[in-house]
């Protein structure tokens, strides 16, 4: 539900981390928020952790690198926290 709503605050997580909270706020459906809730965490640990650790190591990664791996790994995770919500809600 709100998909639409849901779709425009899982980028925005890469330039801020509580933006995709911050947009989310007319959202009525809890499981859309559960999902973008859950979606900023591990795009929040990605990019304070894994990410700084990158771009601090000897690996050859660029900042357009970095963003797409960050698509990447929100893509995987997306279905997987969907699926949690479906159970839950």
């Known amino acids: ?3 639409a ?4 605050t899982l980028v ?4 801020d981390m509580l933006l ?3 947009m989310s706020g007319g959202i009525q459906s809890d499981m859309t928020r559960f ?4 979606t ?3 795009q929040l640990i990605y ?3 894994v990410g700084a650790l990158l771009l601090g190591s ?3 990664v660029n900042i357009k690198e970095l963003f797409i791996i960050f698509i990447e790994r929100t893509l995987i995770t997306l279905p997987i926290i969907s699926i949690i919500a479906h159970f839950i809600f």
């Open 5 to 8: 709503a849901a779709s425009s």
């Open 1 to 3: 539900p709100e998909a």
């Open 35 to 38: 999902i973008i809730a859950a």
């Open 58 to 60: 000897k690996i050859p």
């Open 12 to 15: 925005a997580g890469f330039a």
């Open 47 to 49: 990019l304070s952790e």
């Open 20 to 22: 995709p909270s911050i």
């Open 40 to 42: 900023s965490i591990t």
